[in-house]
């Protein structure tokens, strides 16, 4: 049974930071993507950021480059995202999300294994 459980989350000021985990159980795979995601009430889900576990290769959403920072740490199966800088528009829930499916963009969220998500409030 394959588990991804999302911590970190909570309620900073604008300009601050959080470190979101997401940890990975019951995998046979060796190497795949992983993927964060956030959505807020009453809005499409976007993706955030993705990681290949095998290369460590990265790619990020505009509106988080160069603020946020996904990191792997593939003893461990876990996935981080590094949130600094943090902004009112950043609040949302985040959910982690691993084995990508299909060939189109990461972004559409076409993933195998959802986590429940971690809450993130960014105040001003």
């Known amino acids: 049974q394959v588990q991804l459980v999302e911590s970190g989350g909570g309620s900073v000021q604008a300009g601050g930071s959080l470190r979101l985990s997401c940890a990975a159980s019951g995998y046979t795979y060796s190497r795949f993507f992983m993927g964060w995601f956030r959505q807020a009430p009453g809005q499409e889900r976007e993706g955030v950021a993705l990681i290949y576990t095998g290369g460590g290769s990265t790619d990020y959403a505009d509106s988080v480059k160069g603020r946020f920072t996904i990191s792997r740490d593939n003893a461990k199966i876990t996935v981080y995202l590094q949130m600094n800088n943090l902004k009112p528009e950043d609040t949302a829930m985040y959910y982690c999300?691993?084995?990508?499916?299909?060939?189109?963009?990461?972004?559409?969220?076409?993933?195998?294994?959802w986590g429940l998500g971690t809450q993130v409030t960014v105040s001003s």
């Open positions: 999300a691993a084995i990508k499916i299909g060939g189109g963009s990461w972004s559409r969220g076409d993933f195998r294994y």
